[in-house]
C-alpha cells in the first residue's frame, strides 16, 4: 500500500478516508473536488443575495446615505470580482437607462419545430439576462450602491417581460410544450424575486430579501429542468 505522510493527504469531506492532498477525486466514494462554485450554481447566486442581506441587516444609515454613490475605487472592485455586473447590448433599457418598448415583431403563426425551437433559444438567453440583472443588483446592493442596484432591478423587469413574447410568436408544437411550461413558470419565480428584492432595497428589508433568495432558488431549479427539456424536444426535432 502507499505510503503518505500526514502533510501529504487531506481527509475527504464526504467519507472521511486520508487521500492525498493534490487528489481532485475522492478514491474511495469518488466525490469530485473541482471547481464548487461551478458545481453548485445555485448556492452561489444565494450566497450574493446573502451579502446585501448581511448590508441591509446591518445598515441603519439615512435614505441620503441610500442615494450616494460608491467611489471609483468601490465600481472597479465589483467589476473585476466573479459576481460583477455585466452590460449586455440593448434588450428594453438603453445605455442611458432610459427604458424602451421593443418594436413588436409580427410572426407568421406556424407549427415549424425548428422555428419555434430558435425562438425557445432566444427566450431562455433572454430569462438569463434578466437573472444576471437581479444578481447584479445583489451585488450592487452588498456594495451599498442601491441607486444602481435599483436600475439593475428595473433592467431585469424588462427582460422577464420580454420572455414570454418571445415564445409566444410561433404556435407551441407538442414536443416544446413542457419546455415553454416550464419556461413560464420559472419567469413567473424570477419575476417575484424581482419585486422582493426591489422592495427590500427601497425598505432594508431583510424579510423580502429572503423572500428573493427562495424564489430565485426556485426559478433557478425550474430553469434547469426547462433546459433539460428543451434539449430532448431538439433532440427529438433532429
Not at 475527504?12 to 466514494?29: F, L, N, T, W
Not at 423587469?157 to 420559472?186: F, G, M, R
Not at 426556485?218 to 428543451?230: C, H, N, P, S, Y
Request: net charge neutral; proline share 3%.
Amino acid at each position: 500500500m502507499e505510503q503518505e505522510t500526514l502533510g501529504q493527504t487531506k481527509s475527504c469531506p464526504k467519507c472521511g478516508e486520508r487521500i492525498q492532498s493534490s487528489a481532485k477525486v475522492c478514491r474511495y466514494c469518488k466525490e469530485d473536488f473541482g471547481n464548487w462554485f461551478a458545481r453548485h450554481k445555485i448556492i452561489t447566486g444565494v450566497l450574493i443575495f446573502i451579502a446585501l442581506l448581511i448590508v441591509i441587516s446591518s445598515n441603519d444609515s439615512s435614505e441620503d446615505k441610500v442615494a450616494t454613490p460608491v467611489s471609483e475605487t468601490s465600481k472597479n472592485n465589483t467589476s473585476t470580482s466573479n459576481s460583477a455586473p455585466v452590460k449586455s447590448d440593448k434588450t428594453a433599457v438603453n445605455s442611458g437607462g432610459d427604458a424602451y418598448s421593443p418594436a413588436p415583431e409580427t410572426t407568421t403563426p406556424t407549427e415549424d419545430a425548428s422555428e419555434y425551437g430558435k425562438a425557445m433559444s432566444k427566450a431562455l438567453i433572454t430569462l438569463t439576462k434578466g437573472v444576471g440583472y437581479t444578481q447584479n443588483a445583489a451585488v450592487y446592493g452588498a456594495s451599498g450602491n442601491y441607486a444602481e442596484a435599483l436600475k439593475e432591478v428595473d433592467n431585469a423587469s424588462d427582460n422577464y417581460s420580454l420572455v414570454l413574447a418571445e415564445i409566444k410568436k410561433l404556435k407551441t408544437p407538442d414536443s416544446y410544450k413542457k419546455t415553454q411550461e416550464l419556461i413560464v413558470e420559472a419567469t413567473d419565480k424570477f419575476n417575484q424575486a424581482n419585486n422582493f428584492l426591489k422592495n427590500g432595497l427601497n425598505k432594508k428589508d431583510v424579510g423580502s430579501v429572503n423572500r428573493a433568495i427562495e424564489l430565485m432558488t426556485e426559478g433557478t431549479k425550474i430553469t434547469e429542468q426547462a433546459t433539460e427539456e428543451f434539449n430532448k424536444a431538439n433532440n427529438a426535432n433532429l
